[in-house]
């Protein structure tokens, strides 16, 4: 399923990111000096600056509008998304400068003044922008990149710590801001959070078919109860956790997912719509997770 990578694009992908081990280790360890935004599950951040008192979901709303943004945000486009005015933008931004804390790395703020955002000599025009703060998502993109870029073990590693990332539904973002209106700006755009359930779930379908094949039976749960965790409305997730439950011997769990979690599944009031032809053939293939007379 992964792509054939020959030897010279594998070594310019581990040259093209050669913090990405760093990154990862700083991600992972439980008193991390860099800030680290969560997009990957419920929304959050956890920072070394100045503790938020109020409105934490809005200003974790700010904070990635701007931080997922590679070239970052003017005061014009923070104040029109957000519908506020400059000065209120700018007072927002002050905020979460301070939440944001010390960058370690340079001695500067995370959020540099607007003026002198590396950005800025880009655009040619004042901008906000975040520096070295650790985004799920991001880690995520780049293990993928280069897990298929390895492949093999090493590639194949690479891509179970992308889905050791994954700790729900991407963006899954507070009820209050969804009631309140936010991340308007999210759902206009790319869809960046359907691009990272699709990513989730080919990732974690590649893991869970290297699983079975080698006989790693908890790998392969693993991978696939993280692709589910992540689109739990997709039916290749509920695929591969009936093979996963096939392979373990749970015949009947096998069954029960096939019946209630694909071809019974409904997400409306309506009758269950027909298959898609990908899982037909796969059904069809597999006849004992259908067949009420197995073991």
């Given at each position: 399923?992964?792509?054939?990578?020959?030897?010279?694009?594998?070594?310019?992908?581990?040259v093209?990111?050669?913090?990405?081990?760093?990154d990862l280790?700083?991600?992972?360890?439980?008193?991390?000096?860099?800030?680290?935004?969560?997009?990957?599950?419920?929304?959050?951040?956890?920072?070394?600056?100045?503790?938020?008192?109020?409105?934490?979901?809005?200003?974790?709303?700010?904070?990635?509008?701007i931080?997922?943004?590679?070239?970052?945000?003017?005061?014009?486009?923070?104040?029109?998304?957000?519908?506020?005015?400059?000065?209120?933008?700018?007072?927002?931004?002050?905020?979460?400068?301070?939440?944001?804390?010390?960058?370690?790395?340079?001695g500067?703020?995370?959020?540099?003044?607007?003026?002198?955002?590396?950005?800025?000599a880009?655009?040619?025009?004042?901008?906000?922008?975040?520096?070295d703060?650790?985004?799920?998502?991001?880690?995520?993109?780049?293990?993928?990149?280069?897990?298929e870029?390895?492949?093999?073990?090493?590639?194949?590693?690479?891509?179970?710590t992308?889905?050791?990332l994954?700790?729900?539904?991407?963006?899954d973002?507070?009820?209050?801001?969804?009631?309140?209106?936010?991340?308007a700006?999210?759902?206009?755009g790319d869809?960046?959070?359907?691009?990272?359930t699709?990513?989730?779930?080919?990732?974690?379908?590649?893991v869970?078919?290297?699983?079975?094949?080698?006989?790693?039976?908890?790998?392969?749960?693993?991978a696939?109860e993280?692709?589910?965790?992540?689109?739990?409305?997709?039916?290749?997730?509920?695929?591969?956790?009936?093979?996963?439950?096939?392979?373990?011997?749970?015949?009947?769990?096998?069954?029960r997912i096939?019946?209630?979690?694909?071809c019974?599944r409904?997400?409306?009031d309506?009758a269950?719509?027909?298959?898609?032809?990908?899982?037909?053939k796969?059904?069809?293939?597999?006849?004992?997770?259908?067949d009420?007379?197995?073991?």
């Amino acid at each position: 399923l992964a792509p054939r990578v020959g030897h010279d694009l594998r070594r310019d992908v581990e040259v093209a990111d050669p913090t990405l081990d760093d990154d990862l280790a700083m991600w992972f360890h439980p008193d991390s000096a860099l800030p680290k935004l969560h997009l990957l599950g419920p929304v959050r951040a956890t920072t070394r600056g100045t503790p938020l008192t109020k409105r934490k979901p809005y200003m974790t709303e700010l904070l990635a509008y701007i931080a997922l943004r590679r070239l970052g945000a003017t005061p014009d486009e923070v104040a029109d998304t957000f519908n506020i005015t400059k000065a209120k933008a700018r007072d927002y931004v002050l905020t979460i400068r301070q939440w944001l804390g010390t960058n370690p790395r340079t001695g500067t703020y995370h959020l540099p003044d607007a003026r002198l955002a590396p950005a800025a000599a880009i655009r040619d025009v004042p901008v906000y922008q975040v520096l070295d703060l650790l985004i799920d998502a991001d880690l995520f993109r780049r293990l993928r990149v280069r897990g298929e870029a390895r492949g093999g073990a090493e590639g194949i590693e690479d891509l179970r710590t992308a889905l050791r990332l994954v700790d729900g539904r991407p963006f899954d973002y507070p009820v209050e801001r969804e009631h309140g209106g936010g991340w308007a700006w999210l759902i206009e755009g790319d869809r960046l959070d359907e691009h990272l359930t699709v990513a989730i779930v080919d990732v974690a379908h590649v893991v869970t078919t290297h699983a079975l094949a080698s006989g790693d039976l908890p790998g392969a749960r693993m991978a696939a109860e993280t692709a589910a965790l992540a689109a739990p409305h997709e039916e290749i997730p509920c695929l591969d956790l009936a093979a996963v439950a096939a392979a373990e011997g749970k015949h009947a769990e096998a069954r029960r997912i096939i019946r209630d979690e694909v071809c019974n599944r409904t997400d409306d009031d309506n009758a269950p719509s027909e298959l898609p032809p990908r899982t037909e053939k796969i059904l069809r293939r597999r006849q004992g997770w259908t067949d009420t007379k197995a073991s």
